[in-house]
Protein backbone atom coordinates (compact mmCIF):
# COMPACT_ATOMS: atom_id res chain seq x y z
CA UNK A 1 0.00 0.00 0.00
CA UNK A 2 1.24 3.83 -0.79
CA UNK A 3 1.70 6.30 1.79
CA UNK A 4 -1.60 7.98 0.72
CA UNK A 5 -3.98 4.77 1.34
CA UNK A 6 -2.41 3.81 4.61
CA UNK A 7 -3.35 7.88 5.47
CA UNK A 8 -6.59 7.07 4.32
CA UNK A 9 -7.16 3.80 5.84
CA UNK A 10 -6.27 5.62 9.22
CA UNK A 11 -8.46 8.44 8.54
CA UNK A 12 -11.41 6.08 7.83
CA UNK A 13 -10.39 4.08 11.07
CA UNK A 14 -10.32 7.08 12.95
CA UNK A 15 -14.02 8.29 11.39
CA UNK A 16 -15.21 5.18 11.97
CA UNK A 17 -14.50 4.85 15.91
CA UNK A 18 -15.71 8.99 16.19
CA UNK A 19 -19.07 7.41 14.35
CA UNK A 20 -19.11 4.54 17.19
CA UNK A 21 -18.67 6.86 20.32
CA UNK A 22 -21.57 9.33 19.16
CA UNK A 23 -23.76 6.31 18.51
CA UNK A 24 -23.13 5.07 21.94
CA UNK A 25 -23.55 8.35 23.68
CA UNK A 26 -26.90 8.69 22.13
CA UNK A 27 -29.52 8.69 25.43
CA UNK A 28 -31.77 6.01 23.00
CA UNK A 29 -28.61 3.36 23.03
CA UNK A 30 -27.56 4.55 26.80
CA UNK A 31 -27.71 2.36 29.12
CA UNK A 32 -29.59 3.73 32.27
CA UNK A 33 -28.31 2.47 35.20
CA UNK A 34 -29.73 1.62 39.08
CA UNK A 35 -28.90 4.54 40.29
CA UNK A 36 -30.59 6.62 38.11
CA UNK A 37 -33.98 4.59 37.91
CA UNK A 38 -34.43 5.03 41.83
CA UNK A 39 -33.13 8.20 42.31
CA UNK A 40 -36.00 10.14 41.06
CA UNK A 41 -38.32 8.49 43.94
CA UNK A 42 -36.19 9.40 46.73
CA UNK A 43 -36.22 12.86 48.57
CA UNK A 44 -33.45 14.84 47.41
CA UNK A 45 -31.54 16.57 50.21
CA UNK A 46 -31.71 20.32 50.06
CA UNK A 47 -28.84 21.89 47.67
CA UNK A 48 -25.89 23.56 49.84
CA UNK A 49 -24.85 27.10 48.28
CA UNK A 50 -21.77 27.13 46.02
CA UNK A 51 -19.89 29.53 48.52
CA UNK A 52 -20.11 26.70 51.34
CA UNK A 53 -19.18 24.35 48.80
CA UNK A 54 -15.77 26.01 47.60
CA UNK A 55 -13.81 24.31 50.54
CA UNK A 56 -14.92 20.49 49.23
CA UNK A 57 -13.24 20.92 46.14
CA UNK A 58 -10.39 18.70 45.12
CA UNK A 59 -8.17 18.25 41.82
CA UNK A 60 -8.63 16.05 39.35
CA UNK A 61 -7.50 12.55 38.67
CA UNK A 62 -6.94 10.19 35.77
CA UNK A 63 -8.36 7.83 38.03
CA UNK A 64 -11.89 9.77 37.77
CA UNK A 65 -11.43 8.81 34.00
CA UNK A 66 -10.11 5.39 33.94
CA UNK A 67 -12.05 4.12 36.53
CA UNK A 68 -15.64 4.15 35.06
CA UNK A 69 -14.12 2.90 31.77
CA UNK A 70 -12.37 0.26 33.53
CA UNK A 71 -15.22 -1.06 34.92
CA UNK A 72 -17.22 -0.90 31.58
CA UNK A 73 -14.85 -3.01 30.17
CA UNK A 74 -14.83 -5.65 32.89
CA UNK A 75 -18.52 -6.01 32.79
CA UNK A 76 -17.95 -6.35 29.11
CA UNK A 77 -15.29 -8.88 29.69
CA UNK A 78 -18.00 -10.80 31.92
CA UNK A 79 -20.55 -11.20 29.44
CA UNK A 80 -18.37 -12.23 26.78
CA UNK A 81 -16.63 -15.27 29.48
CA UNK A 82 -19.35 -16.01 31.59
CA UNK A 83 -18.42 -18.41 34.75
CA UNK A 84 -19.78 -15.65 37.26
CA UNK A 85 -20.55 -18.57 39.67
CA UNK A 86 -16.92 -20.30 39.01
CA UNK A 87 -14.90 -16.84 39.35
CA UNK A 88 -16.68 -15.96 42.69
CA UNK A 89 -15.95 -19.53 43.98
CA UNK A 90 -12.34 -19.66 42.85
CA UNK A 91 -12.46 -15.53 44.95
CA UNK A 92 -13.16 -17.02 48.31
CA UNK A 93 -11.23 -20.32 47.86
CA UNK A 94 -8.49 -18.32 47.46
CA UNK A 95 -9.40 -16.20 50.45
CA UNK A 96 -10.02 -12.97 48.47
CA UNK A 97 -13.45 -11.31 48.31
CA UNK A 98 -16.22 -12.48 46.07
CA UNK A 99 -15.67 -9.24 43.95
CA UNK A 100 -16.34 -10.78 40.35
CA UNK A 101 -16.18 -7.24 39.30
CA UNK A 102 -12.96 -6.38 40.35
CA UNK A 103 -11.53 -9.53 39.33
CA UNK A 104 -12.58 -8.55 35.55
CA UNK A 105 -11.20 -4.99 36.19
CA UNK A 106 -7.92 -7.45 36.75
CA UNK A 107 -8.09 -9.06 33.95
CA UNK A 108 -9.03 -6.13 31.72
CA UNK A 109 -5.47 -4.43 32.96
CA UNK A 110 -3.48 -7.66 32.53
CA UNK A 111 -4.43 -8.06 29.24
CA UNK A 112 -4.24 -4.54 28.32
CA UNK A 113 -0.62 -4.39 29.61
CA UNK A 114 -0.10 -7.73 27.61
CA UNK A 115 -1.21 -5.89 24.49
CA UNK A 116 0.98 -2.94 25.16
CA UNK A 117 3.69 -4.85 25.47
CA UNK A 118 3.13 -6.61 21.86
CA UNK A 119 2.24 -3.18 20.35
CA UNK A 120 5.90 -2.37 21.02
CA UNK A 121 7.06 -5.55 19.81
CA UNK A 122 4.65 -5.06 17.00
CA UNK A 123 6.16 -1.70 16.04
CA UNK A 124 9.59 -2.92 15.89
CA UNK A 125 8.87 -5.30 13.91
CA UNK A 126 6.73 -3.18 11.44
CA UNK A 127 9.59 -0.59 11.25
CA UNK A 128 12.28 -3.11 10.65
CA UNK A 129 11.13 -6.13 8.67
CA UNK A 130 8.24 -4.52 7.31
CA UNK A 131 5.64 -7.25 8.56
CA UNK A 132 2.38 -7.59 7.89
CA UNK A 133 -0.72 -4.98 9.78
CA UNK A 134 -3.06 -7.51 10.10
CA UNK A 135 -0.67 -10.30 11.16
CA UNK A 136 0.29 -7.72 14.10
CA UNK A 137 -2.82 -6.68 15.13
CA UNK A 138 -3.66 -10.64 15.38
CA UNK A 139 -0.70 -10.83 17.33
CA UNK A 140 -1.63 -7.77 19.73
CA UNK A 141 -4.88 -9.36 20.07
CA UNK A 142 -4.09 -12.35 21.11
CA UNK A 143 -1.25 -10.63 24.12
CA UNK A 144 -4.42 -9.28 25.24
CA UNK A 145 -6.60 -12.63 25.49
CA UNK A 146 -3.11 -13.96 27.25
CA UNK A 147 -2.90 -11.76 29.27
CA UNK A 148 -6.83 -11.88 30.38
CA UNK A 149 -5.91 -16.10 30.53
CA UNK A 150 -2.70 -15.73 32.65
CA UNK A 151 -5.03 -13.75 35.56
CA UNK A 152 -7.49 -16.57 35.42
CA UNK A 153 -4.48 -19.02 35.82
CA UNK A 154 -2.66 -17.27 38.68
CA UNK A 155 -6.16 -17.12 40.74
CA UNK A 156 -6.76 -20.74 39.97
CA UNK A 157 -3.30 -21.48 41.21
CA UNK A 158 -3.78 -19.12 45.02
CA UNK A 159 -7.19 -20.85 45.42
CA UNK A 160 -4.88 -24.82 44.91
CA UNK A 161 -1.86 -22.93 46.63
CA UNK A 162 -4.81 -22.24 49.90
CA UNK A 163 -6.30 -25.45 50.12
CA UNK A 164 -3.32 -27.17 50.01
CA UNK A 165 -1.98 -25.35 53.34
CA UNK A 166 -5.48 -25.94 55.02
CA UNK A 167 -5.39 -29.80 54.17
CA UNK A 168 -2.01 -29.37 55.86
CA UNK A 169 -3.25 -27.72 58.99
CA UNK A 170 -6.41 -29.95 59.44
CA UNK A 171 -4.88 -33.04 61.21
CA UNK A 172 -3.35 -30.50 63.66
CA UNK A 173 -6.74 -28.42 64.24
CA UNK A 174 -9.17 -31.25 64.16
CA UNK A 175 -6.77 -32.87 67.18
CA UNK A 176 -6.69 -29.36 69.34
CA UNK A 177 -10.04 -29.56 68.88
CA UNK A 178 -10.59 -32.73 70.26
CA UNK A 179 -8.17 -32.57 73.21
CA UNK A 180 -10.37 -29.30 74.02
CA UNK A 181 -13.98 -31.12 73.81
CA UNK A 182 -12.19 -34.17 75.72
CA UNK A 183 -11.28 -31.54 78.67
CA UNK A 184 -14.55 -30.30 79.36
CA UNK A 185 -15.05 -27.45 76.95
CA UNK A 186 -17.89 -26.68 75.03
CA UNK A 187 -18.18 -27.03 71.37
CA UNK A 188 -17.95 -22.97 71.31
CA UNK A 189 -14.96 -22.41 73.52
CA UNK A 190 -13.00 -25.19 72.33
CA UNK A 191 -13.11 -23.63 68.39
CA UNK A 192 -12.59 -20.02 70.05
CA UNK A 193 -9.35 -21.52 71.91
CA UNK A 194 -8.25 -23.60 68.66
CA UNK A 195 -8.60 -20.03 67.04
CA UNK A 196 -6.57 -17.92 69.27
CA UNK A 197 -3.82 -20.52 69.58
CA UNK A 198 -3.45 -21.48 66.28
CA UNK A 199 -2.07 -19.64 63.18
CA UNK A 200 -2.67 -20.37 59.81
CA UNK A 201 -5.57 -20.67 56.86
CA UNK A 202 -8.15 -22.88 58.62
CA UNK A 203 -7.53 -21.02 61.99
CA UNK A 204 -8.41 -17.67 59.90
CA UNK A 205 -11.63 -19.83 58.56
CA UNK A 206 -12.47 -20.93 61.96
CA UNK A 207 -12.48 -16.71 63.46
CA UNK A 208 -14.32 -15.84 60.89
CA UNK A 209 -17.01 -18.32 61.11
CA UNK A 210 -16.82 -17.24 65.45
CA UNK A 211 -16.87 -13.41 63.96
CA UNK A 212 -19.88 -14.49 62.18
CA UNK A 213 -22.01 -16.48 64.60
CA UNK A 214 -20.98 -13.05 66.96
CA UNK A 215 -22.54 -10.98 64.64
CA UNK A 216 -26.38 -13.01 64.61
CA UNK A 217 -25.75 -15.93 62.52
CA UNK A 218 -26.41 -19.09 64.45
CA UNK A 219 -23.03 -21.27 64.85
CA UNK A 220 -24.34 -23.86 62.51
CA UNK A 221 -24.55 -21.48 59.47
CA UNK A 222 -21.40 -19.70 60.36
CA UNK A 223 -19.87 -22.93 60.35
CA UNK A 224 -21.58 -24.44 56.85
CA UNK A 225 -20.59 -20.95 54.91
CA UNK A 226 -17.13 -21.91 56.02
CA UNK A 227 -17.70 -25.29 54.67
CA UNK A 228 -19.01 -23.83 51.42
CA UNK A 229 -15.73 -20.79 51.46
CA UNK A 230 -13.16 -23.72 51.20
CA UNK A 231 -15.25 -26.56 49.00
CA UNK A 232 -12.84 -29.43 50.26
CA UNK A 233 -14.51 -32.55 51.19
CA UNK A 234 -12.69 -33.52 54.63
CA UNK A 235 -13.73 -30.19 55.59
CA UNK A 236 -17.07 -30.31 54.96
CA UNK A 237 -17.61 -33.37 56.56
CA UNK A 238 -15.74 -32.18 59.70
CA UNK A 239 -18.24 -29.10 59.68
CA UNK A 240 -21.14 -31.81 59.02
CA UNK A 241 -19.83 -33.57 62.30
CA UNK A 242 -19.53 -30.07 64.12
CA UNK A 243 -22.86 -28.83 63.02
CA UNK A 244 -24.67 -32.70 64.10
CA UNK A 245 -22.63 -32.46 67.35
CA UNK A 246 -23.72 -28.97 68.09
CA UNK A 247 -27.35 -29.52 67.21
CA UNK A 248 -27.97 -32.98 68.82
CA UNK A 249 -25.51 -32.90 71.69
CA UNK A 250 -23.82 -35.99 70.51
CA UNK A 251 -20.14 -36.86 71.67
CA UNK A 252 -17.60 -34.69 70.09
CA UNK A 253 -13.97 -36.09 71.46
CA UNK A 254 -14.58 -39.46 68.99
CA UNK A 255 -15.92 -37.73 66.41
CA UNK A 256 -13.11 -35.46 65.74
CA UNK A 257 -10.25 -37.94 66.72
CA UNK A 258 -11.78 -40.21 63.76
CA UNK A 259 -11.78 -36.85 61.54
CA UNK A 260 -8.30 -36.18 62.09
CA UNK A 261 -7.26 -39.81 61.39
CA UNK A 262 -8.48 -40.52 58.18
CA UNK A 263 -7.03 -36.39 57.71
CA UNK A 264 -3.31 -37.94 58.44
CA UNK A 265 -3.83 -41.03 56.12
CA UNK A 266 -5.16 -38.90 53.67
CA UNK A 267 -1.99 -36.96 53.72
CA UNK A 268 0.26 -39.73 53.43
CA UNK A 269 -2.07 -41.22 50.49
CA UNK A 270 -1.29 -37.33 49.15
CA UNK A 271 2.28 -37.42 50.35
CA UNK A 272 2.81 -41.12 48.44
CA UNK A 273 0.92 -40.13 45.32
CA UNK A 274 2.82 -36.94 44.87
CA UNK A 275 6.32 -38.87 45.60
CA UNK A 276 4.73 -41.43 42.52
CA UNK A 277 4.65 -38.12 40.24
CA UNK A 278 7.99 -36.90 41.24
CA UNK A 279 9.48 -40.17 40.66
CA UNK A 280 8.18 -40.39 37.12
CA UNK A 281 9.52 -36.51 36.72
CA UNK A 282 13.17 -37.48 38.06
CA UNK A 283 13.54 -40.31 35.36
CA UNK A 284 13.82 -37.51 32.64
CA UNK A 285 17.54 -36.17 33.92
CA UNK A 286 17.80 -39.68 34.78
CA UNK A 287 17.61 -40.95 31.00
CA UNK A 288 18.37 -37.98 29.37
CA UNK A 289 21.52 -36.93 31.25
CA UNK A 290 23.27 -39.44 34.15
CA UNK A 291 22.80 -42.29 31.69
CA UNK A 292 24.41 -40.68 28.44
CA UNK A 293 27.43 -39.91 30.39
CA UNK A 294 27.73 -43.13 32.62
CA UNK A 295 27.65 -45.05 29.00
CA UNK A 296 30.02 -42.62 27.94
CA UNK A 297 32.45 -42.99 30.67
CA UNK A 298 32.21 -47.18 29.68
CA UNK A 299 32.31 -46.70 25.88
CA UNK A 300 35.06 -43.72 25.72
CA UNK A 301 38.38 -46.41 27.43
CA UNK A 302 37.62 -49.03 24.98
CA UNK A 303 36.82 -46.73 21.68
CA UNK A 304 40.52 -44.96 22.61
CA UNK A 305 42.20 -48.65 23.22
CA UNK A 306 40.91 -49.28 19.68
CA UNK A 307 41.90 -46.14 18.27
CA UNK A 308 45.21 -46.12 19.38
CA UNK A 309 45.95 -49.88 18.15
CA UNK A 310 44.43 -49.36 14.54
Known amino acids: MTPVQWWGALLGL ?13 PATRRVDLASRVEPYLDRTPQRSRL ?37 SRLLR ?13 QVGWGIGAAALASVLASLLWWSRGASVVALAVLVGCAFLAGVVARDVL ?34 QALERVARVSRGELADEL ?5 HARTGASLPEALQELSRRTGLGPIVRFVDG ?25 AKQGLIEEGGKR ?12 LPVTVLFAVFPGASMLQISL
Open 14 to 26: LLSCGLLLLWAGL
Open 52 to 88: LGLDDTRPWHLSDVVAPLAGRAGSLLDRMLGGTDSVR
Open 94 to 106: AGDLPDVDGFRVQ
Open 155 to 188: LSRAAARRERRIMAEFPAVAELLALSVTAGEGTV
Open 207 to 211: DLALA
Open 242 to 266: LVVAIQRGTPLGEVLRAQAADAREA
Open 279 to 290: EISMMVPVVFLV
